[in-house]
């Protein structure tokens, strides 16, 4: 209810609007939110629209709208944006500067980002046999616009805390996109639907991986670490800072000691670490926390390795009193930087491969490149070698059922 009021999640699968090749291989769908009368009024805005792209495993055999993969990945790009000054013309709008489309380039455009997919995960996703779809944020990358003018592109998602205080659920705007994808991948055909993506887009992964069990696996790259750990003004991590946007703050409301940055009534409901334990409730469910050594953003883990540890051990005891339950562990990429670097992709890859162990298996804390459990651990990076991934199976309730592994081999990763 705190996240789309008394209706719950959004059931609708058909999108508003479907936009063939606007990449090679890639449709681009819209989802149309209506705000209500006094929300719009408070923003002057009476829509917001999201756009999704969908990349299926290329050289299949298929129609546009069809699965080529049994599963489907769906990815979030989160705060990003691209970078379009060299196909805007002189004197056009800021939002229409910023607003990803075609010509546009990504900062990773070295390792293959494009203006659809910034981090290039479609290439990587593809390797491991799923078919993607890429999901922004709102008043982010291909979603630039509402609130926006003639001379300032709008931003700064505190732009909804008015449509919050008009009685509408504004984080509606950032979850429903990538419900609604789930609900029309799963009109498609697919069989398994998973869940990944960066800073914002690691948000939004963890709290829909919380409230859709359909979401198999999750993999939040850099997006949360609980509200007791958080450091917004940099007092103690010697690195990047814990800043709240308008959807991750977890302060109290009213908020005292920020009256005009008050927190979401979501995280009194269910905290981060409630999120955590939700996306590997499940038997045939897990999630694999990516974070960052010293991420020059947010989330570092350098310095907090104990505390870490100390949540994840407590997420697990909580599975682990179930009957039957999945899995979840928190990793750190020796990374410096906020994106999706490929040592990210290569404990993401490793976390695929561990979906066949079962709970508690040594496995879940020896995954390539994760230095949260293994500082000396082996980190390989190579190209992938392709090939549709194995359904997920019901892992063994507790943590010693099935035959342990020991840790991964040197798996699969793209070095993009």
């Avoid at 010509?103 to 980002?113: D, F, I, K, V, Y």
């Avoid at 992709?345 to 293994?374: E, T």
């Avoid at 997920?392 to 592994?405: K, N, P, V, Y």
């Amino acid at each position: 209810r705190a996240a789309f009021g008394p209706g719950g999640l959004p059931s609708r699968d058909e999108p508003d609007a479907v936009h063939a090749g606007v990449a090679p291989g890639v449709d681009a769908i819209e989802w149309r939110m209506q705000l209500t009368p006094p929300a719009a009024s408070a923003v002057g805005v009476k829509e917001i629209v999201s756009t999704v792209f969908y990349s299926p495993v290329p050289d299949r055999p298929s129609s546009s709208r069809a699965p080529r993969s049994r599963s489907a990945y769906v990815f979030h790009h989160g705060h990003n944006d691209c970078n379009c000054s060299n196909v805007t013309p002189h004197g056009a709008p800021p939002a229409e500067l910023a607003r990803c489309r075609p010509g546009c380039t990504s900062e990773l455009a070295p390792r293959g980002g494009t203006w659809w997919d910034l981090y290039n995960v479609s290439s990587f996703l593809h390797a491991h046999g799923h078919d993607v779809f890429i999901v922004s944020m709102p008043l982010k990358g291909v979603n630039k616009g509402p609130g926006s003018n003639a001379t300032y592109a709008q931003d700064d998602h505190w732009w909804f805390l008015p449509i919050e205080r008009a009685g509408e659920p504004a984080l509606r705007y950032f979850l429903e996109p990538a419900i609604a994808t789930i609900n029309y991948a799963r009109r498609l055909g697919y069989e398994e639907v998973h869940m990944a993506g960066l800073s914002g887009g690691g948000w939004t992964t963890t709290v829909v991986a919380a409230l859709d069990a359909r979401v198999a696996s999750s993999f939040p790259i850099a997006g949360s670490i609980p509200c007791a750990m958080r450091d917004p003004e940099k007092q103690t991590w010697p690195v990047g800072n814990d800043k709240e946007d308008f959807e991750q703050n977890c302060a109290p409301d009213p908020s005292i000691e920020a009256p005009d940055h008050p927190g979401r009534k979501l995280y009194r409901e269910c905290n981060y670490t409630c999120m955590y334990l939700l996306a590997g409730l499940e038997s045939t469910r897990y999630q694999v926390q990516i974070l960052h050594e010293r991420d020059d953003c947010c989330y570092a883990t350098v310095g907090r390795h104990e505390q870490m540890l100390a949540y994840e051990s407590n997420v697990r005891a909580e599975l682990g009193a179930r009957a039957e339950h999945g899995y979840f562990t928190t990793t750190a990429s020796n990374h410096t930087h906020h994106e999706v670097a490929p040592v990210d992709k290569a404990i993401w890859a490793a976390g695929m491969r561990a979906a066949q162990l079962p709970p508690g298996d040594p496995g879940w804390d020896a995954l390539q490149c994760d230095i949260m459990h293994n500082a000396e651990g082996a980190c390989s990076v190579r190209p992938p070698t392709g090939g549709a991934p194995p359904p997920l199976r019901a892992r063994a309730a507790g943590g010693s059922g099935g035959r342990s592994r020991g840790g991964e081999q040197a798996v699969a990763v793209t070095t993009n």
